[in-house]
């Protein structure tokens, strides 16, 4: 039972919900999920809030765009991020929607105690200035045309009467909460680009909207709505019981005053200012009764970017991977793992599908995998199946057994320096493979004069195992779990005590499980294929494009043209007009080569007539690049442009599907075509 005294209260920034998440935004979350299950093991009782952020008009767009409602949209979307969250093994306790009622009334609360306690905090007059609609940024306070800060695109002329909150007023008093808590912005070197802006003079800022629907409505002003930073902040309160007035029930007031103010809001770098600046704000205007300890956040921690392509990972970029594939491939503690241990916590770190299969290999299969499943294995062949007689660490594995290290992994959590605890703790992996490989136990095993030593050295190694089993479980949840039960230990990982590891807890006589793999080992090209094929269905989602055909690696075999015959694709008629939208054309191969460690593609350019297409097709089974070029094939051109193994592919070959493995057979012609004429 955790101690009531040692709460902890972590949040993620709540995610715009106009999009599906990636990689990087799942970043977030995962950092998050390491922390919360860290501090639980410490003996905290944590809540941990993430949630979705709804309003605003670039919502309000993408659902017109869809044809569907805002409060449609956000419906869909926001399952799509608890769907992944559940996935990926995040252990949140709150989640918080911004079009909720509870969070409506909070919103609505909050600035109405301002009003009251704080009455020159708020007033109104004209804005005229530029505003991302993306980042909900107020871009600049003129109407000369300027680009977003944050995601480069043009911002939006906005002319109206809003409300604004004195920001202004609030300078001296945020550099003095600078002042005072010097760790309130994590990196240090955040703190001192948030402390230049504070001081390079603060502007007040409009906090309401005339022109948008949908948003919460100012209250007793239902004219405006609420400006969407404003309101997605104060779900870090809502989504923890904060109400404030007759409606809270106590049940959430209770929450509230046990988690309130929150010890750490992790967000990446680029809204820092927000955190760091308005909500502080935005607190001291909401409670100047209180002291400071009562409402202002511990920590602001800011962590950088994956970058993917030498650049943000972000939808508008286009250059983003999807986590749902990568843990459908090659499992949850996978993609954690790699995150963890190859970004170094606080910058900017690349993501490559590449090595994350090689760490995986590396660390994980042949890792601790490996550890663990000969450890298992010989335990079980050669003590029947029960932990031997505990030993004491032998001098190279005393750093394992020993409190010092284990602080020492924990001061690494402590300090949010992941990659760090994972060095350190993959390096006993490393010695304890290292000894059993020395001390050879399968060798020792066939001489019975060598019983104890024999297990001496597997006891050492099952101990290892268990030591740092505890120690990478904020990490790496499923495999941690599943070497706990092959130790014949009772109970979850995660109610282990990160606090007391001590040498000697592995009980002899304790029966194990039965050994099974945890990591097992990735076939390069193979796990990158399966990695894009699933990509690219979640890019062009079956249905949503033309029937695909064999001759497309990515195609959904249900979706093949000539083997699709009462699958529900083509079951449902069209009419001519969605027919129309396909637009087909006759091509020449003019060259054709094999892509290296892909075993089914082609990389082609196809003259269609007024320009050359670069097209990969799935076809290098059944056809040799040679027998390729100057070939007559019928393209799709209007396809949407996607990738695999890194090149684009700007098109797809309509090919038979034949026999039961779909041996594509492309469609050509019997008499002459030019290219680039229409197929109809
Ligand atoms: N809705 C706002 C936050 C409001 S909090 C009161 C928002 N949402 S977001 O969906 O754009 O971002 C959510 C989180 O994902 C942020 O922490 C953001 O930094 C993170 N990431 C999105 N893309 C990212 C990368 N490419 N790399 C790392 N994290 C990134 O901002």
Same mark, same amino acid.
């Given at each position: 039972?955790?101690?009531?005294?040692?709460?902890?209260?972590?949040?993620?920034?709540?995610?715009?919900?106009?999009?599906?998440?990636?990689?990087?935004?799942?970043?977030?979350?995962?950092?998050?999920?390491?922390?919360?299950?860290y501090?639980?093991m410490c003996?905290? #009782? *944590?809540?941990?809030?993430?949630?979705?952020?709804?309003?605003?008009?670039? &919502?309000? %767009?993408?659902?017109? $765009?869809? =044809? !569907?409602?805002?409060?449609?949209?956000?419906?869909?979307?926001?399952?799509?991020?608890?769907?992944?969250?559940?996935?990926?093994?995040?252990?949140?306790?709150?989640?918080?929607?911004?079009?909720?009622?509870?969070?409506?009334?909070?919103?609505?609360?909050?600035?109405?105690?301002?009003?009251?306690?704080?009455?020159?905090?708020?007033?109104?007059?004209?804005?005229?200035?530029?505003?991302?609609?993306?980042?909900?940024?107020?871009?600049?306070?003129?109407?000369?045309?300027?680009?977003?800060?944050?995601?480069?695109?043009?911002?939006?002329?906005?002319?109206?009467?809003?409300?604004?909150?004195?920001?202004?007023?609030?300078?001296?008093?945020?550099?003095?909460?600078?002042?005072?808590?010097?760790?309130?912005?994590?990196?240090?070197?955040?703190?001192? #680009? *948030?402390?230049?802006?504070?001081?390079?003079?603060?502007?007040?800022?409009? &906090?309401? %909207?005339?022109?948008? $629907?949908? =948003? !919460?409505?100012?209250?007793?002003?239902?004219?405006?709505?609420?400006?969407?930073?404003?309101?997605?902040?104060?779900?870090?309160?809502?989504?923890?019981?904060?109400?404030?007035?007759?409606?809270?029930?106590?049940?959430?007031?209770?929450?509230?005053?046990?988690?309130?103010?929150?010890?750490?809001?992790?967000?990446?770098?680029?809204?820092?200012?927000?955190?760091?600046?308005?909500?502080?704000?935005?607190?001291?205007?909401?409670?100047?009764?209180?002291?400071?300890?009562?409402?202002?956040?511990?920590?602001?921690?800011?962590?950088?970017?994956?970058?993917?392509?030498?650049?943000?990972?972000?939808?508008?970029?286009?250059?983003?991977?999807?986590?749902?594939?990568?843990?459908?491939?090659?499992?949850?503690d996978?993609?954690?793992y790699?995150?963890l241990r190859?970004?170094?916590?606080?910058?900017?770190?690349?993501?490559?599908?590449?090595?994350?299969?090689?760490r995986?290999n590396a660390d994980l299969a042949n890792g601790l995998g490996n550890l663990s499943n000969r450890t298992l294995t010989m335990i079980e062949n050669y003590c029947g199946g029960v932990v031997p007689a505990q030993t004491a660490a032998p001098s190279n594995l005393r750093g394992i057994a020993s409190t010092t290290f284990h602080t020492k992994i924990r001061n690494s959590y402590d300090k949010?320096e992941f990659s760090d605890a994972l060095t350190l703790l993959w390096g006993s992996v490393a010695i304890a493979d290292k000894y059993l490989a020395e001390q050879k136990p399968w060798t020792l095993a066939k001489d019975p004069a060598q019983k104890a030593r024999l297990e001496q050295v597997l006891y050492v190694a099952a101990e290892s195992l268990r030591i740092v089993s505890v120690l990478a479980h904020p990490v790496i949840?499923?495999a941690t779990q599943k070497i706990w039960e092959q130790l014949g230990q009772a109970?979850?990982i995660?109610?282990a005590s990160i606090n007391d590891l001590q040498w000697g807890g592995l009980k002899p006589g304790t029966r194990i499980g039965?050994p099974?793999g945890v990591f097992?080992?990735?076939?390069?090209?193979?796990?990158?294929?399966?990695?894009?094929?699933?990509?690219?269905?979640?890019?062009?989602?079956?249905?949503?494009?033309?029937?695909?055909?064999?001759?497309?690696?990515?195609?959904?075999?249900?979706?093949?043209?000539?083997?699709?015959?009462?699958?529900?694709?083509?079951?449902?008629?069209?009419?001519?007009?969605?027919?129309?939208?396909?637009?087909?054309?006759?091509?020449?191969?003019?060259?054709?080569?094999?892509?290296?460690?892909?075993?089914?593609?082609?990389?082609?350019?196809?003259?269609?007539?007024?320009?050359?297409?670069?097209?990969?097709?799935?076809?290098?089974?059944?056809?040799?690049?040679?027998?390729?070029?100057?070939?007559?094939?019928?393209?799709?051109?209007?396809?949407?442009?996607?990738?695999?193994?890194?090149?684009?592919?700007?098109?797809?070959?309509?090919?038979?599907?034949?026999?039961?493995?779909?041996?594509?057979?492309?469609?050509?012609?019997?008499?002459?075509?030019?290219?680039?004429?229409?197929?109809?």
């Amino acid at each position: 039972m955790a101690n009531p005294e040692k709460k902890y209260y972590l949040t993620t920034p709540i995610y715009y919900a106009n999009s599906r998440p990636h990689v990087g935004s799942a970043y977030t979350t995962i950092v998050c999920d390491v922390i919360a299950r860290y501090k639980r093991m410490c003996g905290f #009782e *944590v809540a941990y809030l993430t949630g979705t952020d709804e309003h605003g008009v670039n &919502i309000e %767009r993408a659902a017109e $765009k869809l =044809g !569907i409602s805002p409060a449609d949209l956000v419906d869909r979307n926001q399952q799509i991020f608890r769907d992944l969250w559940k996935l990926l093994g995040i252990s949140y306790t709150d989640f918080v929607r911004t079009t909720e009622p509870r969070h409506a009334v909070a919103v609505q609360n909050l600035v109405r105690r301002t009003q009251r306690v704080s009455p020159d905090a708020i007033f109104k007059r004209k804005y005229e200035g530029r505003y991302c609609i993306y980042d909900n940024l107020y871009v600049s306070d003129t109407p000369e045309p300027a680009d977003c800060q944050i995601c480069g695109r043009p911002a939006e002329l906005i002319s109206e009467e809003n409300y604004f909150f004195r920001l202004s007023a609030y300078q001296e008093k945020l550099l003095q909460l600078y002042k005072d808590q010097p760790d309130f912005v994590q990196p240090d070197f955040r703190l001192n #680009e *948030v402390k230049s802006f504070v001081e390079s003079g603060l502007k007040d800022l409009s &906090i309401s %909207r005339k022109t948008i $629907k949908w =948003g !919460i409505p100012w209250p007793g002003d239902p004219e405006h709505v609420f400006y969407v930073w404003y309101d997605a902040l104060t779900s870090y309160m809502s989504g923890i019981g904060f109400v404030d007035g007759e409606t809270a029930s106590k049940k959430d007031s209770e929450r509230f005053k046990k988690f309130w103010p929150a010890d750490v809001h992790m967000i990446g770098k680029e809204i820092i200012r927000f955190h760091a600046v308005y909500w502080p704000a935005f607190l001291m205007a909401a409670f100047p009764d209180k002291p400071m300890s009562e409402y202002m956040p511990g920590r602001i921690q800011a962590h950088g970017w994956l970058l993917f392509e030498q650049e943000k990972m972000s939808k508008s970029k286009g250059n983003v991977a999807y986590a749902e594939p990568i843990v459908k491939a090659l499992g949850n503690d996978a993609l954690r793992y790699y995150l963890l241990r190859e970004v170094v916590f606080g910058q900017d770190g690349n993501f490559s599908k590449d090595a994350l299969i090689t760490r995986y290999n590396a660390d994980l299969a042949n890792g601790l995998g490996n550890l663990s499943n000969r450890t298992l294995t010989m335990i079980e062949n050669y003590c029947g199946g029960v932990v031997p007689a505990q030993t004491a660490a032998p001098s190279n594995l005393r750093g394992i057994a020993s409190t010092t290290f284990h602080t020492k992994i924990r001061n690494s959590y402590d300090k949010f320096e992941f990659s760090d605890a994972l060095t350190l703790l993959w390096g006993s992996v490393a010695i304890a493979d290292k000894y059993l490989a020395e001390q050879k136990p399968w060798t020792l095993a066939k001489d019975p004069a060598q019983k104890a030593r024999l297990e001496q050295v597997l006891y050492v190694a099952a101990e290892s195992l268990r030591i740092v089993s505890v120690l990478a479980h904020p990490v790496i949840p499923d495999a941690t779990q599943k070497i706990w039960e092959q130790l014949g230990q009772a109970g979850k990982i995660e109610n282990a005590s990160i606090n007391d590891l001590q040498w000697g807890g592995l009980k002899p006589g304790t029966r194990i499980g039965k050994p099974e793999g945890v990591f097992p080992r990735a076939d390069k090209n193979e796990i990158l294929e399966r990695i894009e094929t699933m990509e690219n269905e979640i890019r062009n989602p079956a249905g949503a494009q033309p029937a695909a055909t064999s001759a497309d690696p990515a195609a959904p075999a249900a979706a093949t043209a000539a083997g699709a015959a009462g699958s529900p694709a083509v079951a449902a008629k069209i009419v001519i007009e969605d027919f129309a939208k396909v637009e087909l054309r006759v091509g020449v191969v003019k060259s054709a080569e094999r892509i290296p460690g892909a075993d089914k593609l082609l990389k082609l350019l196809v003259d269609i007539g007024d320009e050359v297409r670069q097209v990969l097709a799935g076809i290098a089974l059944s056809y040799a690049p040679e027998d390729l070029v100057s070939r007559k094939v019928v393209i799709v051109a209007n396809l949407a442009p996607r990738k695999m193994r890194g090149l684009e592919s700007n098109g797809m070959l309509l090919a038979a599907s034949v026999g039961p493995d779909g041996k594509p057979v492309l469609c050509t012609f019997a008499e002459d075509v030019p290219a680039g004429a229409k197929v109809k």
